[in-house]
Every structure is written in C-alpha cells, then in structure tokens.
C-alpha cells in the first residue's frame, strides 16, 4: 500500500522547502504586507504548485528514474506507487495551488504559478532528452518562487521582483551544471542530454563560470532599487566573488568530480547565505525606520 511518506517524496520535499523560503523571502522584502493569513496560504499555495509540478516531473520520468541510481528508489519506479495514484496526486495539488493563489493573492500570481507548471512540466522535461538548452529553459519556471512572492504582496510585475527572479535563475543553471558534471554517468544511461555530455566537460565549466560571473551584478542589483542596503551589498558581494572564484577553479585540466561536487555543495551554501544577508539588512532597515 502507498504510503503517506511515498506521496510526500513525490513532491521532490528539498525543491519544494527551497521554494517556499525564496517565496516567503520576497513577500517579506516587498513594500506593503498582505496580512499573515493570506500570506500563509499564498506560501501553502505556491508549495502545492510546485509539489504538483514535481510529482508531475517524476509522473513522465518514471520509467527513465529506472535508470538512475540515485532515482530508482523514487516511489513509482520501486512500485510503491502506481502511475494513476501519483498523477492524480500531481493534478489535484497543482489544481489546489494554483486555486489557492488566485484567491489569497490575485489573478496575476495565479497565472504566472500556472505558466511556471506548464513550462516545467510540458517543455522542461520532454526537453532534457533533445537538447541541452533545457537546462537554461528549465531555470525559467524554477525561478518562478520568489517572482510569485513579490506579485502576491505587490500585484505587480516590477524590477524588485525580476531581480530576484534573476538571481534564483543566474543561480539555477551552475547548480545543476555541477550536478551533471558528476553524475554524468546516471543522466547518459538515462538518455538525458545534459551540457557535459553533448557539449563537452570544458563547456560546462566555461558556463558554470559565466553565469557565476552573471550572478554578481544580478544579485547587486537590489540596491539600486532601494530594497537593499550596505550589508546586503558588501554580503552578496563577497558571496558572489566567492562562488565565482570556485567557479574558475574548474577550468583546471586537473578539477575533476572532486571539484564539482564541491561546487555544488558551494551552490547549496550560497542561496541561504544571501537570504539572510537580505533578512539581515532588511531587518535592521525597518528597526531603523
């Protein structure tokens, strides 16, 4: 029997908590408030959006999950699930979130939550086993989260929410090139048409240290449009010359799996890291005021 745990592991728990926090991040930097409880469900509902839109995901790739060593304990190719439970599942989460956006917020976030569905779902996935521009194609909708925070609360489409829908999709692209660097194996076997693959290992470095370079100015752009103070600038700063610098380090004929594992490892500290620095500022900001 299918487990609460199986359906649970379906919504992909990691991406879904990383998605909830860059939303919450937005709606509290935005300038006006929504009060708590719509504010709660504006979170509930963007997490339901995404639950669904991984369960989605794991839905088409359950076959290809087969493949992979680290997906093959997923609930559908194991068998603890079967492909009639999860895409209910997939379709009542989605249909609930995005129902629940387009009442706690407004018909602007609710449409935009369901593009980044529709975009993941049906061009992100079939994309990975034609071509690797899925992944830049994919970080779209992934950097949807914050985007769908700031229009929640504002209503708007507006630089303080394309900034950080900028950084989120800057940043997506050397996280999963890193990850395609050292399971370059489980995506050949799969089928998936990852960078390093078609393109070669150099191209994928080459690329993971021209959007590390990207996210620089990107993540300084808050600033400027007054949402960001000092010890955001000199914190996102230091953070980004940092990834940056261990992005070059890859260029070494010698960097190897060692090195990109790090790196990812790097790209999971930096997207944290900066949310507080922007807590942070955002926080003594208003204490101040």
């Not at 487990?3 to 649970?8: E, M, T, Y």
């Not at 609360?153 to 929410?161: F, R």
Request: aromatic content about 10%; some cysteine.
């Amino acid at each position: 029997m299918a487990r609460p745990a199986d359906f649970l592991a379906l919504t992909k728990p990691g991406v879904t908590r990383m998605c909830v926090l860059t939303t919450a991040g937005a709606m509290l930097l935005a300038p006006a408030s929504i009060g708590p409880v719509r504010a709660v469900a504006v979170v509930l509902g963007v997490a339901a959006v995404v639950a669904g839109a991984n369960a989605f995901n794991m839905w088409l790739e359950r076959d290809t999950d087969g493949k992979m060593g680290r997906t093959r304990r997923r609930p559908l190719p194991a068998g603890r699930l079967s492909a009639r439970e999860a895409l209910i599942f997939a379709g009542l989460s989605s249909l609930a979130g995005i129902a629940t956006l387009a009442v706690a917020a407004n018909l602007l976030t609710a449409a935009l939550g369901a593009l980044a569905l529709v975009g993941y779902v049906a061009v992100y996935t079939p994309l990975k086993y034609r071509t690797p521009l899925a992944l830049a194609i994919g970080a779209i909708p992934g950097a949807a989260p914050p985007l769908l925070g700031w229009t929640a609360v504002t209503g708007e489409l507006t630089g303080p929410g394309l900034v950080l829908f900028g950084i989120l999709l800057c940043w997506q692209i050397p996280h999963f090139l890193a990850i395609a660097l050292f399971r370059g194996r489980d995506y050949a076997q799969a089928g998936i048409r990852t960078v390093p693959l078609v393109r070669g290992v150099p191209m994928a470095k080459i690329q993971a240290v021209a959007w590390s370079m990207v996210l620089v100015p990107v993540s300084l752009m808050l600033a400027p449009l007054g949402v960001a103070g000092w010890l955001y600038v000199y914190g996102a700063f230091a953070l980004g010359i940092g990834f940056m610098a261990y992005a070059f380090l890859g260029l070494d004929d010698a960097a190897g799996d060692r090195w990109a594992r790090r790196f990812f490892f790097a790209s999971l500290a930096y997207l944290p890291l900066l949310t507080i620095f922007l807590a942070a500022d955002v926080a003594l900001s208003r204490l101040g005021g």
